[in-house]
């Protein structure tokens, strides 16, 4: 037994390395309701999604994968981002602006089954985020207890595999009878033929369900159960402000362009701003130059929500980087899959042997002072100790 437990112990420490955590990239999946109820939103979640998603949150070895559902799921796009080029997004931006709505039906829970299994076949080394799209709306069940045990169900096995969830809101419509996965009536349209709607839900609360007889669908409504959970992100679509950077984690990171007379070994100022909708710690790992990280250890930083704050991080640049006027380009990588914007940032620096200038001005100036100090205490240990003694005083 114990010849086993020192045969773990030793093959865990000799190749932990190899358990180190590695930038894998990340699935970005869509779940897209596209019913002809979303024609009215179209070129809203084009602009304000869609796009935003794709020039700004997805990098280089990431993968994206759009689900559209009416009556019925389907896998339209599922892509993987290879190199940051215009053209590869422009394709898939294009493709967006191919689909259109026709059907009148949306079945959700069946949409959420079928992600969980297309999900559940992704690599599991890779963080994953579902973006879900939608007004809310099942049109093909009435049965609101059964949906609402079938969407929690495929909801929890996605948050329990480590699924980050943000459920998009679009507007309801208003010309179906709206009942929410409780059994409670949320909307019903103006009646036909008289019938009061303060009747019609204390017939409803009766379940005399057969009484809502006013020419228009009645429909199961299942966003308000989404807005009611801890483990997702709720955020309506159509809100103004940056939808994107605010609900998927996006930092503003900005350096100063010009760096002036630098060694290879510098400082990098650094100004986060935190886009997020709470307060976050977030931990810089990795500082990319030419593909190398030149971060000499990690940068933690405390921000609130939407404020900003400038840390300083120590970095030794390439070797073969050769000395004078450079532009260097550099990525920078934090904890938890938090993005950047820009996902890279340029400063100019000329390059010299030796120590910074800042630096070694710096460490003379704190050389002096530290030599007055010490004179100026001497100077006062032999005044107390030698020569205010040895002073008499006069006789009178």
Known sequence: MKKLILSLFFTFTFFSPLFAFTDHGQDVVILMDYSNRMLPYIDEVNEKLLTPVCNQFLSENDSFHLILFNDHPILEISHQIRQMKDNELEDLLFHFNLLYPISEKSDFSSALQYTHSYISSLDVYRHKKLLIVSDGINTESSDFEREKASINYFLKKLVHQGVEIVFFELPS?????IISLDGKIKFLPEQVEGLSERKLKRLWK???ITIIDNGCDTVLEYKSFFEKQKDLIFAQLLDDGEIIKNNLGILDVNIKEKQGLRSKDMILTIKIKNNCNQRQIFELTQILVEGENVLS??????????RSKIVKAKISLPEELEFGKQEIEAK??????FRTSPQTVKFNAILMRGKNIPYTIGKIVQVIFMAILTVAILATVIYFVIIKPSVKPSAK
């Open 332 to 337: 920078l990588i934090f904890s938890n899959n």
């Open 297 to 306: 250890e990690n940068v933690f930083a405390k921000i609130g929500r939407g």
């Open 173 to 177: 419509p208003k010309d179906r009878n």
């Open 206 to 208: 009766k379940r005399i």
